[in-house]
């Protein structure tokens, strides 16, 4: 049985693709116990620093050019910290930081970031928060001022909150989106519903982009196939399209289930049959676009 899905021609770019390879979702961190809660002992071997040193030889074995950094602390000391790391590496082209968006001073928390050039979006921790918090007033007033400084805004939820996620992106119709890891599906209980329709609304809206990434860690850890993963894959196909995916490893988390290289080569398996246009947008182009990254195909470690 072919699990390949058909390709799709919608939302052509007006450019050739970059012929850039990007990992547009990885971390970095100093691990402090206080501070990364969410490892739980089954989660253990990611108790410690993963930094530049330990990710370069993984993106030369897989043949990745550049990359972006997400935040994975809710700290503005991190979200310089990983500033200060695209500054000395760089391969890491943008930083997705954190800032309190619901702050009243919010604006004058931005104005220190002013002209870093690196800073290519925000994002908080959504999916651990209470149902109705993408539908309040202060957070919304934050998005505002995000669009007013055409930055990004990466969508962290779990799939139960996808319907409140649409609510909330149509709020801004000129702010760009990008959701994270699919928005989780419920890949080791093999359920679709209502995941499907939910994110198919979502994908509606020409603003939302959908990473490809996170999904290894939503299957069972030791067992995962092509098989079990594509009909997720094929419903974000058919869902954002080849212009509206991008290409992400969630290094170090992916760890738990796969070796970052062998997450780019299934990748590379399941999207096999693209033309080599629709494989440079997954791959690099899309990133590039959406985070508004340099277009310079020089990188060097």
Not at 185 to 208: C, D, F, G, M, Y
Not at 235 to 262: I, K, N
Request: include cysteine; hydrophobic fraction near 40%; aromatic fraction near 10%.
């Amino acid at each position: 049985m072919n699990i390949l899905p058909k390709t799709s021609s919608s939302h052509k770019g007006t450019r050739p693709p970059l012929e850039l390879r990007i990992d547009a979702h990885h971390h970095l961190w100093h691990y402090r116990p206080e501070e990364f809660l969410w490892i739980t002992d089954e989660m253990a071997a990611l108790r410690r620093d993963f930094l530049i040193s330990d990710l370069w030889p993984k993106l030369q074995a897989a043949e990745i050019d550049a990359t972006v950094a997400v935040q994975a602390r809710e700290s503005l000391e991190e979200t310089r910290w990983l500033l200060e790391c695209a500054q000395s590496a760089p391969f890491i082209r943008g930083v997705v930081g954190w800032a309190p968006l619901d702050a009243c001073d919010l604006p004058g928390i931005l104005s220190r970031f002013n002209n870093v050039s690196h800073l290519v979006g925000f994002r908080e921790v959504v999916q651990g928060r209470p149902d109705g918090y993408l539908d309040r007033p202060e957070f919304n007033r934050g998005i505002r001022q995000l669009t007013r400084l055409n930055l990004a805004y990466d969508i962290l939820i779990h799939e139960r909150q996808l319907t409140e996620a649409t609510r909330f992106v149509d709020q801004h119709p000129n702010q760009r989106f990008v959701l994270d890891h699919a928005a989780k599906p419920k890949i080791s209980k093999s359920e679709l519903e209502p995941w499907r329709t939910n994110l198919h609304e979502l994908a509606q809206r020409p603003n939302v982009f959908c990473k490809i990434s996170g999904l290894v860690t939503e299957a069972n850890w030791q067992r995962w196939t092509l098989a079990s993963l594509a009909p997720y894959l094929d419903e974000c196909m058919d869902a954002f399209g080849t212009h509206r995916l991008l290409a992400g490893s969630d290094w170090p988390v992916c760890l738990l289930a796969s070796t970052y290289v062998q997450w780019w080569d299934f990748l590379k398996l399941y999207f096999a049959d693209l033309s080599r246009d629709e494989s440079l947008c997954i791959f690099g182009a899309n990133a590039a676009e959406f985070y508004r990254l340099p277009r310079d195909p020089e990188v060097s470690s």
